[in-house]
C-alpha cells in the first residue's frame, strides 16, 4: 500500500494521468501470434483451492487461539469482566 502510494505521488507530479497508469494490469487478448501460429495456453494453478484453503484456515485458527487468551487473560486479571446485569435485556 506504501509503495503504491508513493508510486501515485510520484506519477501525479510527472503528469495527469497517474491514476490510470496506477491500476493498468496486463491482459491477453491474443490467441493467435503474427504469423497465425496458435499461442500456447496459460498456466494453470494446480491445486488453486486448496492452497487457498491451507492459507486461509491456519490464519484463522490462529486469530481464534489469540483472541481466546487475550480474553481469558483479561477476565482473569479483572481488567475487563463481564457484569452479572449486562446479561439482562
Known amino acids: 500500500m506504501a509503495s ?14 497517474a491514476v490510470e497508469k496506477l491500476f493498468v494490469m496486463p491482459v491477453r487478448h491474443a490467441v493467435t501470434s503474427d504469423s ?13 483451492l486448496l492452497r487457498v484453503m491451507f492459507t486461509v484456515l491456519p490464519g484463522l485458527y ?18 475487563f469482566v ?3 446485569d449486562d ?3
Open 4 to 17: 503504491q502510494l508513493l508510486r501515485l505521488v510520484r506519477c501525479v507530479s510527472k503528469n495527469n494521468n
Open 36 to 48: 497465425g501460429a496458435m499461442l500456447p495456453k496459460p498456466e494453470k494453478m494446480p491445486f488453486g
Open 62 to 79: 490462529l486469530g481464534a487461539t489469540i483472541s481466546k487468551e487475550g480474553a481469558a487473560f483479561l477476565e482473569e486479571n479483572d481488567i
Open 82 to 84: 463481564p457484569d452479572e
Open 87 to 89: 446479561d439482562e435485556d
